[in-house]
């Protein structure tokens, strides 16, 4: 039909060759997705059973995406939410209901202790937190109501590895499932799903953007039962991640390996190193026999990230602690990890009946990909500093 130029500028005739192939997927961007005529329209979540409906559940950049993080973690299928946070929440609002209890260790990270603490409670869920060191000894914990055992080894900042093996085993014999922030391990350091884990979830923020410069999140499941709550939950929550941050995370799953392996190295010889200063008392690092759980760790993992804490002697102030992070040159203070540059930030744990009495002493540190010997010069100078 003829058109006037105000209709051509939204109904183009224009060809360009066709045959175009990049070694990258594209960026696909949409709410709205075409469908081929009138009968055809559906507002179906599962688009790999109905094909593509609408942008919310995915285009074809975000679906990528999700299918390299579950060919990674060897699960059913997973979900990209838009960080982190959204996938812990996604997991709890789509498998708990009002009068089920759930389980979450001490050494969570903090806004998902604070999920179950707050928000879940609200919502009539008990909530009891756990030692991550209880392994099977867990089930004296169990109430009949016991839908979901939360877990995530290493724990932030306290580090503790958790026997999966034996609280997947105690758990699924209560008939519970188990969930497993795997966020340290990129999803490829650990095979959760062979320890018996049921569902998975991360911040592909951390080591699969690496760049310290996107927020996403993933949930994987293992089962179709479960993928199928967590999908229809998605589409009812409106969790839609953006496609310009999936081309990103996929970007960044190209150098992962170097880079972990790279980071790998770096942290684990400055651990080692720092746990030979006299001005600290203890490393945790899973690689090392000081930390919590460092047996599961051999046992279980394939490898080490580089985010790792260490604890000061007991003489040491608050303010000699804070002055420690603010000597440092190299390392910058800031949230999250995972990145390439190194970070360090100082806590100050709460004493809680089963968190480790760390108090003020305890700074987590991140190692990026600077030289070694500039991040160890860096510390030593920070450390000689307390003096
Ligand atoms: C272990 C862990 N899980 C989940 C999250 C949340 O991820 P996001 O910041 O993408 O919401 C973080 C972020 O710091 C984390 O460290």
Known sequence: MQKKWNTQLIHSDVKIPEGFRSLNTPVYRASTVLFPNAVAVSDEWDQYEFGYTYGLYGTPTVLELAARICELERGYRTLITPGGQ????LVNLALLKAGDHILVPHSIYGPNRLFAGRMLKHFGVDVTFYDPNLGSRIDALFQPTTRLIWTESPGSVTMEVQDLPAICKAAHGAGAIVVLDNTWSAGVLLDAFAHGVDITMQALTKYVGGHSDLLLGSVTALEKKVFDRLGAAQQLLGFAASPDDASLALRGLKTMAVRL???????????????SRP?????????LESCPGHEFWKRDFSGSAGVFSIVFRRDFSKEKVLGFVDALELFEI?????GVTSLAVAYDLQRTKTRPDYGHRIVRLNIGLEDLE????????????MR
């Open 86 to 89: 959204s996938a812990i929440s």
């Open 261 to 275: 392996k790279t980071i790998e190295a770096s942290a684990l010889e400055l651990a080692r190193w720092l746990a």
């Open 279 to 287: 001005e600290i008392e203890l490393v945790l690092h899973p690689a």
């Open 334 to 338: 800031g949230y999250s990890w995972a």
């Open 374 to 385: 500039d991040l160890r010069a860096d510390l030593l100078r920070a450390l000689e500093n």
